[in-house]
């Protein structure tokens, strides 16, 4: 079964009552071209975007920059739990980044940001930013 990470729309300060705030939907991959375990980089309007597949099946999009380095290489951390909860730890200096929510498990005052992602008739679609 596939479990779909899609965090709920965010109302952005200063947004008029009612104003439509739903992600505009970009498809990037097929959802067989993601391997478990592995992340890979998507290119969504300007921005560089790291999507994961979980060997459970759970789709993660969080932005690929490394706050740290300055990199954009957070697609090819290690991708692995911590404390239950999948993680991509940072290839360049061992930070460890939550899949769900993008925060810095070693620093909380960081984090990187996360997107909405879904599976729609067998491809994976990326809430633009």
């Given at each position: 079964m596939t479990?779909?990470?899609?965090p709920p729309p965010a109302t952005p300060p200063g947004t008029p009552p009612?104003?439509?705030?739903?992600p505009r939907w970009t498809p990037v991959c097929a959802y067989t071209d993601l391997l478990p375990e592995r992340g890979v980089c998507a290119l969504v309007g300007r921005h560089q975007i790291?999507?994961?597949?979980?060997f459970d099946g759970e789709l993660f999009a969080i932005g690929n920059h490394d706050p740290f380095s300055g990199a954009q290489v957070l697609s090819r951390g290690i991708v692995g739990t911590r404390g239950g909860s999948p993680v991509v730890i940072s290839p360049m200096h061992r930070q460890t980044f939550s899949l769900?929510?993008?925060?810095?498990?070693?620093?909380?005052?960081?984090?990187?940001?996360t997107?909405?992602?879904?599976?729609?008739?067998?491809a994976v679609e990326v809430g633009a930013p």
């Open positions: 479990v779909l990470h899609e009612g104003e439509d705030t739903a790291a999507l994961f597949r979980t769900a929510t993008g925060a810095c498990l070693d620093d909380p005052a960081v984090a990187v940001p997107y909405p992602v879904r599976l729609s008739g067998g």
